[in-house]
């Protein structure tokens, strides 16, 4: 005989006396308790302790099929439900551009984005990109914060987000911001795909630009232009990738945009989802731009 499920928001749980356990799940994006699996009593203390997502214990499928499907695997969507979680990520660039870059990921609490309750994530980019036809040097200092919520076992909703981008002009340090609105916000199912499988999504929505002025004096008014882009991806399978930073088990993904003959080519490490290289080919076939992590921690540990 099970014993009985009782609710406690944000908690579903069950007391087993014998124990003195309480064993829960949390659900509905509480932001002091994340979505997953709670313990709490005897080997797990008095206060109610994180054990894991839930997808660490079961693997959850939809009664009616799912438009996605299981979790392939490849990503750790868990990741986005646990404010404080981080990712920084060392890059060299060789091709049309090289250089390096930092690029420094943090999750963040759940907030509200155009009336949606979404996680906030923000992307701390800093390196520096020099143009090899040109010998142009570009210093890159921007944040990306943009807001998702994981929406099931293999997909997660984009809602926008809300670039910023610091430059020095004529000696004087300027900011540009870039507030994007997905209007609707998009599925991304990448997360579902099987080995060979691909699907086309279509992004539409608005990016609002404000440009601060020099000091002293006022910056330019909002500009806001509608934008739409639809792009394929495909999840081509399972390899092993050498990258300065070490060797992984990755996840290799293709993509093209619509009216672009490129394509992107991506490599992220098994179960967590983590971008090692990145390389464009064009239409011809050549190698054009080539993108390879040289350093990679997760939450303060190397990976």
């Known amino acids: 005989m099970h014993e009985v499920t009782q609710t406690y928001s944000p908690f579903l749980y069950r ?23 709670w313990a709490k009593g ?25 438009p996605t499907g299981a979790n392939n695997g490849c990503f750790d969507l868990s990741y986005t439900d646990v404010a404080g979680s981080r990712i920084v990520i060392d890059y060299s660039y060789s091709g049309g551009i090289t250089g390096s870059e930092t690029v420094d990921t943090l999750v963040g609490n759940l907030t509200t984005f155009e009336g949606y309750q979404a996680r906030e994530v923000s992307a701390k980019t800093k390196g520096t990109h020099t143009e090899t036809k040109t010998g142009l040097s570009v210093a890159v200092d921007t944040e990306n914060k943009f807001y998702l919520k994981r929406t099931g076992d293999a997909e997660t909703t984009q809602y926008g987000g809300v670039l910023t981008a610091n430059s020095t002009q004529a000696g004087f340090n300027l900011t540009t911001t870039s507030r994007m609105v997905w209007t609707p916000p998009w599925v991304d199912k990448q997360y579902g795909l099987a080995i060979g499988g691909s699907y086309t999504y279509t992004q539409t929505g608005t990016v609002t630009m404000t440009t601060g002025g020099i000091p002293g004096l006022p910056g330019g008014p909002p500009t806001t232009t509608p ?12 390899e092993s990738v050498t990258v300065p930073a070490g060797t992984y088990n990755a996840c290799k993904f293709e993509s093209k945009t619509a009216g672009s003959t490129d394509l992107s080519t991506q490599w992220v490490v098994v179960g967590k989802g983590v971008p ?8 011809a076939g050549k190698l054009t731009q080539t993108i390879s992590a040289t350093a990679v921690s997760l939450n303060g540990q190397k990976l």
């Open 227 to 238: 934008v739409s882009s639809t792009q394929t991806v495909k999840y081509v399978g399972r």
């Open 15 to 37: 007391y087993y006396a014998s124990t003195g356990i309480y064993l829960a799940v949390a659900v509905g994006g509480n932001a002091t308790y994340p979505d997953g699996v």
């Open 42 to 66: 005897g080997e797990f203390g008095n206060a109610p302790l994180f054990v894991g997502p839930i997808t660490k214990f079961i693997t959850p499928i939809d009664p009616n099929g799912g």
């Open 276 to 283: 090692v290289k990145t390389t464009t080919t064009d239409a």
